[in-house]
């Protein structure tokens, strides 16, 4: 398995934008699946975004369409998520998941260690 490190997160005010990258290291092969999910305290971790390198997006939560935008690049085996008019209810511990093939996806996914994402109105 590889590991995967998220990056910029950060505290913005309500209706600013956000960028998070997920890169990812020590695979011995590229990963296909790629997902982010967000946590907020007291609440369940949830899926906010998916990605199949084949296809593009393939899911995201109805809380974000419209405003978050899942992309991927295979040379740098980075995903991003671009995250604009953000909501205080936006705000959490969000984590890039990884795999390369939807077995290791459904039962053994990579986790990254999560960023932190903090809206205020």
């Known amino acids: 398995q590889g590991q995967l490190v998220e990056s910029g997160g950060g505290s913005v005010q309500a209706g600013g934008s956000l960028t998070l990258s997920c890169v990812a290291s020590g695979g011995t092969d590229s990963n296909r699946y790629w997902g982010w999910f967000r946590q907020a305290p007291g609440k369940q971790r949830e899926i906010v975004a998916r990605y199949y390198t084949a296809t593009g997006p393939i899911f995201y939560a109805d809380s974000v369409k419209g405003r978050f935008t899942i992309s991927q690049d295979s040379a740098k085996n980075t995903c991003y998520l671009q995250m604009n008019s953000l909501k205080p209810e936006d705000s959490g511990m969000y984590y890039c998941?990884?795999?390369?093939?939807?077995?290791?996806?459904?039962?053994?996914?990579?986790w990254g260690q999560g960023t932190q994402v903090t809206v205020s109105s």
């Open positions: 998941a990884a795999a390369r093939s939807l077995m290791e996806w459904e039962k053994n996914r990579d």
